[in-house]
């Protein structure tokens, strides 16, 4: 059973970082993606960013390019978010997902909460 673990949450003003990490288990994971997607308050959940785990092959979305690296660790099995230039609209709790390749995201995280203060 794929398990992910979300931390690294918190309280930030507009203009800082945080970085998120996402401890996965359960799997060999070199055929899955796994991605960072985020859910505020009244609005859908949308997607962040995802890495291939074997490849290393990245995407984001639109709102968050240049600003988000996501990147992984084999070694500790753990992806990593690094959000720089955080902006108050960057508000949500974000999750960590995992799909097989060509597949659905059918595992989450529970989730760790980013909030930026203007």
């Known amino acids: 059973q794929v398990q992910l673990v979300e931390s690294g949450g918190g309280l930030v003003p507009a203009g800082g970082s945080l970085r998120l990490s996402c401890a996965a288990s359960?799997?060999?994971?070199?055929?899955?993606?796994l991605g960072w997607f985020r859910h505020a308050p009244g609005k859908e959940r949308e997607f962040v960013a995802a890495?291939?785990?074997?490849?290393?092959?990245?995407y984001y979305a639109d709102s968050v390019k240049g600003r988000f690296t996501i990147s992984r660790d084999g070694a500790k099995n753990t992806v990593y978010l690094q959000m720089n230039s955080l902006k108050p609209e960057d508000t949500a709790l974000y999750y960590c997902?995992?799909?097989?390749?060509?597949?659905?995201?059918?595992?989450w995280g529970q989730g760790t909460q980013v909030t930026v203060s203007s």
């Open positions: 997902a995992a799909q097989v390749v060509g597949g659905s995201y059918d595992y």
């Open positions: 890495i291939r785990w074997s490849s290393g092959r990245t």
């Open positions: 359960g799997r060999t994971f070199s055929s899955y993606m």
